[in-house]
């Protein structure tokens, strides 16, 4: 960022220069809430659901639950007017809870929900273990409930794409998408 504001900007003013963070804000240094909203960096964070399944899905490094610590810094971050959007990996542990985890999302102060299917092909090109899996019909079923009710919930990637799936279609991916696997939109 510093590089950025004091080398870039001034040499390029008529660009603009956007900031994002992913993070799963269990580790906040002091001046974080600070530098995010100096520098209206978006942020986006994985919540799976509420504690139980969260921590059960992200388990801290000592193997203890981080959901507090997560949710601890996305209220400082909110409570500072900093827009933070919460992604939930949808495996088996959640996927028939998807309403409640866009209820727990919005209560933790987010400005949208996305809900991304975990891919059965791993970053390592292992394949996750078929208990991990969602069904697709609990998936559809839940997606379809979401829709109905309207919200924060952002049905992503169903709500910007689904009329956009077919073959030759062009998507632009942000950073960490797998090979066009995810599809990232930012609003």
Same mark, same amino acid.
């Given at each position: 960022i510093a590089h950025c504001e004091n080398g870039l900007k001034p040499r390029y003013p008529d660009r603009t220069i956007r900031y994002h963070l992913t993070s799963n804000l269990t580790l906040a240094p002091?001046?974080?809430?600070?530098?995010?909203?100096?520098?209206?960096?978006?942020?986006?964070?994985?919540? =799976?659901?509420?504690?139980?399944?969260? =921590?059960?899905?992200?388990?801290?490094?000592?193997?203890?639950?981080?959901?507090?610590?997560?949710?601890?810094?996305?209220?400082?971050?909110?409570?500072?007017?900093a827009r933070v959007t919460l992604r939930a990996t949808v495996t088996s542990a959640n996927h028939e809870?998807?309403?409640?985890?866009?209820?727990?999302?919005?209560?933790?102060?987010?400005?949208?929900?996305?809900?991304?299917?975990?891919?059965p092909i791993t970053s390592d090109r292992d394949l996750l273990r078929p208990d991990?899996?969602?069904?697709? =019909?609990a998936v559809v079923a839940a997606a379809l409930r979401l829709r109905r009710r309207g919200g924060k919930a952002n049905l992503f990637p169903f709500n910007d794409f689904s009329a956009e799936i077919r073959p030759g279609v062009r998507h632009v991916v942000a950073c960490g998408a797998p090979r066009g696997a995810t599809y990232v939109v930012q609003g």
């Open positions: 002091p001046d974080l809430v600070d530098v995010v909203t100096r520098h209206g960096i978006s942020l986006v964070c994985g919540v =799976d659901g509420p504690p139980d399944i969260h =921590d059960r899905c992200r388990p801290a490094a000592d193997g203890g639950a981080s959901h507090d610590r997560t949710a601890g810094t996305i209220g400082r971050l909110v409570a500072a007017g809870r998807l309403d409640e985890t866009a209820d727990h999302h919005a209560r933790l102060g987010a400005c949208a929900s996305l809900f991304v299917p975990v891919r991990l899996l969602p069904d697709p =019909d």
